[in-house]
Nanobody, 125 residues
């Protein structure tokens, strides 16, 4: 499975972006897809995740109420709608996926086997 992330850019605080992550292979029904981000000098941080089967979604506290993760099974694509962006959201955003990730590890980046190349989100104040 290869993942291709896109949709990053330079926006002003309060604006929005929609990130996309398209899979070259067909995601297994047991797959979990997630978004992580990494700012310069900081550790990789969990943002949100979604189960392909059932569509259950999970969010980091920093994303709740502002970000929405969704998937389009036919297009093999996962989206991250980011609203009300803040300067602290500035980071390279990565999509990731793997099979059968449990709830206890869904926010841990080492639980994900497949990674996209990252897309840069820059939010100016």
């Amino acid at each position: 499975v290869q993942l291709q992330a896109s949709g990053g850019g330079l926006v002003q605080a309060g604006s929005f972006l929609r990130l996309s992550c398209t899979s070259s292979g067909r995601p297994y029904s047991s797959f979990v897809s997630g978004w992580f981000r990494q700012a310069p000098g900081k550790e990789r941080e969990y943002v949100a995740a979604i189960r392909w089967s059932g569509g259950n979604t999970y969010y980091a506290d920093s994303a709740k109420g502002r970000f929405t993760i969704s998937r389009d099974s036919a297009e093999k694509t996962v989206f991250l709608q980011m609203n009300n962006l803040r300067p602290e959201d500035t980071a390279v955003h990565y999509c990731a996926a793997n099979k059968a990730i449990g709830l206890a590890t869904i926010g841990i980046w080492t639980a994900y086997k497949f990674w996209g190349q990252g897309t840069l989100v820059t939010v100016s104040s």
